[in-house]
């Protein structure tokens, strides 16, 4: 009987095993196709033309020093099959790092959800811009490899063997040449892991202590461009550091941009965490009646906040006129309180420390971005993935066991928001193509005229914006530098064609 039941438990396994396989599979397909129809845009117009080479000739002096970043884009911005099956790739892989990094590991559909619904400035600068891409979600890729590998710490156990001695420094040295604050947060995650691990363990992890090594190193390769001097010196046109007036400067970042980036603009991820951080506040409050009054207190928090931002956006009222910012500001810190605070309510010891991690990942992948301007939206990319996790921890601690109407109810949101995003891009792949056709068949012309991409604000620059843009767009396409170039609406511009 009990070989019997051996065998069933091991049917049981590789069946689940085989569903998993599959849905990856499908969802690495889907991505696929999504991520085929994203068009070049801005800055990948220069990356994939002679302006790019020519950064690359000069090892990317007074550019950055993001040579991994710029390295990607590189190769990413000359063949969109390559691009594609790396977009395709590496959002897989987060969504699969996400998955096994939650305590037993049970939905992978939430976070395939919630990174559909990635708020659309966001979405537009990290995952449909290619040079956004390779920088933001690239970065990431890395990172929560590194995270990944060490899994296990979350319950007592790590390793140390020769393998990731030899490789950690290498993955640490390539993970800090991408993007600035996601550097400064791979030095923090390697000294903390060396300091977990010496204080747990009483000895020193030299796998950590090489990961931290490699990263010092790229570092300094990074920083040792003079770019950063530019920007530090207040030379740069473009960036700049706001140490002189740190307050001033940290202040009005936040209460203009970040506190919408960090919390604010993610809707559909705010509304499920919410409900999911009541669901598990309930859960404590059935066993234990001491922290009731907090509770109410984090629970009425917990539902305002997301009601807040929804009305603000949908109803296009500013409730407190022009201190409504400072208003929304200072209740995201509330709310963030709030989600930390209700972590102490989670009794599991592995859950608590998971979703500590994540939630100290967000403040220092945050912290750096008080000090440097301008900041968009794709910066935030990598804080929305910790928030992602945030939200996958959560609802593995109050659901028990997934029922089949949370998974038809999870699979119907999943699938009305591919098709979303198929029509919206489907529609953009139709006239970017469209708009290629014609500067293959007129490029050498006196004018040309094209059509510009519908759907604008889910794409990042997808026409030039000036003439240097110009410039670099008729490169990239091969169009004769003497040709003028008029962009017109896709309605009048297939009107033109007709005459």
Same mark, same amino acid.
């Given at each position: 009987m ?8 091991? #049917?049981? #396994?590789?069946?689940?095993k085989?569903?998993?396989?599959l849905?990856y599979?499908i ?8 991520c ?10 220069a990356?994939g033309?002679r ?10 002096? @007074?550019?950055?020093?993001? *040579? ?7 190769a990413?911005t ?9 977009m ?5 892989f987060?969504i699969?790092?996400? /998955? ?16 559909l ?8 600068e ?6 956004g891409?390779?920088?933001?979600v ?13 899994k ?8 140390d063997?020769?393998?990731r ?8 040295f390539?993970?800090v ?18 300091f ?6 009483k000895?020193?992890? *030299? ?8 990263s010092?190193? @790229?570092?300094i ?10 920007i530090?010196?207040?030379?740069d ?10 307050l ?15 919390s ?15 669901l598990s ?6 066993? /234990?009646?001491?922290?009731e ?16 931002n ?6 296009g009222?500013?409730?407190f006129?022009k ?23 989670i ?29 968009? @939206? ?8 910790f928030?992602?996790w ?7 601690n109050v ?19 591919f ?6 891009? @489907?529609?953009v792949?139709?006239?970017d ?19 510009k ?5 889910? #794409?990042w620059?997808?026409?030039p ?12 396409y ?7 170039v008029?962009?017109?609406?896709y309605? /009048? ?5 007709k005459?």
């Amino acid at each position: 009987m009990n070989h019997g039941l051996h065998i069933t438990n091991g #049917m049981v #396994m590789n069946l689940k095993k085989k569903n998993k396989l599959l849905f990856y599979g499908i969802l690495f397909f889907l991505l696929f196709l999504l991520c085929y129809l994203f068009p070049y845009s801005h800055d990948d117009w220069a990356w994939g033309s002679r302006y790019g080479l020519e950064r690359l000739e000069t090892y990317f002096k @007074g550019y950055n020093g993001r *040579w991994a970043g710029n390295l990607v884009v590189l190769a990413l911005t000359r063949s969109n099959f390559f691009k594609t099956l790396i977009m395709s790739f590496s959002l897989t892989f987060l969504i699969f790092c996400i /998955e096994e990094l939650t305590h037993k590991k049970k939905t992978y559909l939430l976070p395939c959800l919630l990174l559909l619904a990635t708020p659309i400035l966001i979405f537009r600068e990290a995952i449909v811009w290619t040079a956004g891409f390779s920088n933001y979600v690239a970065s990431m890729v890395f990172v929560f490899l590194f995270i990944y590998m060490n899994k296990d710490i979350f319950i007592g156990k790590t390793k140390d063997t020769w393998g990731r001695r030899l490789f950690f420094p290498i993955l640490g040295f390539i993970s800090v040449l991408f993007v600035e604050h996601v550097t400064l947060y791979v030095l923090v995650l390697a000294l903390l892991s060396i300091f977990y691990y010496l204080l747990q363990y009483k000895k020193v992890n *030299w796998s950590f202590v090489l990961y931290f090594v490699g990263s010092i190193v @790229g570092t300094i390769l990074m920083f040792s461009n003079s770019a950063y001097s530019n920007i530090s010196s207040g030379t740069d046109t473009y960036r700049s550091i706001g140490l002189s007036s740190f307050l001033t400067s940290s202040i009005t970042s936040y209460f203009t941009t970040i506190y919408k980036y960090l919390s604010a603009e993610n809707y559909v991820l705010n509304v499920v965490l919410s409900g999911l951080v009541l669901l598990s506040l309930y859960r404590y409050l059935k066993k /234990e009646k001491r922290y009731e009054k907090i509770i109410y207190i984090l629970s009425t928090i917990l539902v305002i906040y997301p009601i807040y931002n929804l009305v603000l956006r949908y109803s296009g009222i500013s409730l407190f006129l022009k201190y409504t910012k400072y208003i929304s500001g200072l209740f995201t810190v509330i709310y963030c309180l709030s989600i930390l605070t209700s972590v102490f309510f989670i009794k599991e010891k592995a859950k608590r420390c998971k979703l500590l991690f994540a939630l100290i990942s967000i403040i220092t992948l945050t912290a750096p971005l008080f000090v440097v301007t301008p900041i968009g @939206g794709r910066c935030f990319f990598p804080i929305y993935l910790f928030w992602i996790w945030v939200v996958s921890l959560f609802y593995e601690n109050v659901i028990q066991e997934e029922s089949s109407y949370i998974k038809v109810l999870l699979t119907s949101l999943l699938v009305f928001f591919f098709i979303y995003l198929f029509c919206i891009y @489907g529609y953009v792949f139709k006239v970017d193509n469209a708009r290629k056709k014609e500067i293959e068949e007129h490029k050498t012309e006196e004018t040309l005229i094209l059509p510009k991409l519908p759907y604008t604000k889910y #794409m990042w620059c997808p026409d030039p914006v000036n003439a240097e843009f110009l410039n670099r767009f008729k490169s990239f396409y091969g169009i004769d530098s003497t040709t003028k170039v008029k962009f017109v609406s896709y309605k /009048e511009w297939r009107k033109e064609v007709k005459k």
